[in-house]
């Protein structure tokens, strides 16, 4: 739904360079920041959020709170960027995606510290303590909570009722209407060298430019998804189910 939507909406600018839509009561959508890489090579700012399924994905806990009212309710923008591709920021606003508990969970590994709080409001890492009851701490402090709350605005107070997955606001911008792309190519390549050139802190190999990684690990895996052991189970004993219906 989601790639069809982004798709659509950069079609939507016609003639006054600027489109907006929203897609309500869908499942699960996949990575955006794969659509909003498409949409910012063919020249448009995309920018999209979404909520509206705090009550049955109440993950994250407000900034001061001691458990899940909100779910992780994401953000992305992509923009062209310079000579190696549009620049692309995808990101729940919890401090971390909701499916790195079960990741973590099913390959026996604990979580990144300072992400996750037990029932009782106490600092973990033991991905069970989540699924005890406890909950996920919003990116940023007071500052995701603030960027979660809005997309839970957007997808439940004004594109509600709530959904089984999300209510997606997605706004698109030709950005050949502001400059010649060519010129905006080069200015944002500009920016990007100045932030590459940035001596990197002690423990960081380089700075890096939002978009860049995932893109190097695409072109790198060619093709092939590590998927954890039991995860690959769970997906052949599903097949097996399905096969027996």
């Not at 990575?31 to 009550?55: M, Q, V």
């Not at 806990?61 to 992780?72: R, W």
């Not at 995701?144 to 606001?169: D, H, Q, R, T, V």
Request: aromatic share 6%; proline share 7%.
């Amino acid at each position: 739904a989601m790639k069809e939507a982004y798709e659509t909406v950069t079609e939507l600018t016609g003639d006054n360079g600027m489109g907006a839509m929203a897609v309500v009561n869908c499942g699960h959508t996949g990575r955006h920041g794969a659509f909003a890489d498409a949409a910012a090579e063919r020249g448009f700012l995309t920018i999209c959020t979404g909520g509206g399924n705090r009550k049955d994905h109440a993950m994250v806990a407000p900034h001061g709170g001691a458990k899940g009212v909100l779910p992780t309710n994401p953000w992305t923008i992509g923009i062209p960027g310079g000579d190696r591709g549009p620049v692309v920021m995808d990101f729940a606003t919890g401090k971390i995606a909701g499916g790195w508990n079960y990741a973590a969970r099913s390959a026996g590994a604990l979580l990144p510290e300072g992400c996750v709080i037990d029932k009782d409001g106490h600092p973990t890492r033991d991905p069970e303590d989540y699924f005890n009851g406890g909950a996920i701490l919003p990116m940023g402090g007071h500052k995701g909570y603030a960027l979660s709350l809005m997309a839970e605005m957007i997808g439940e107070a004004m594109l509600g009722p709530s959904s089984p997955e999300c209510n997606w606001f997605l706004l698109a911008i030709d950005t050949r209407r502001f400059r010649e792309a060519g010129a905006m190519q080069a200015a944002a390549e500009d920016i990007l060298n100045d932030l590459r050139s940035c001596p990197p802190l002690p423990g960081f190999d380089r700075v890096e430019v939002p978009g860049e990684r995932e893109r190097a690990h695409k072109e790198q895996s060619d093709g092939v998804i590590a998927v954890p052991e039991e995860t690959w189970q769970q997906v052949l004993d599903l097949s097996r189910d399905v096969k027996g219906m």
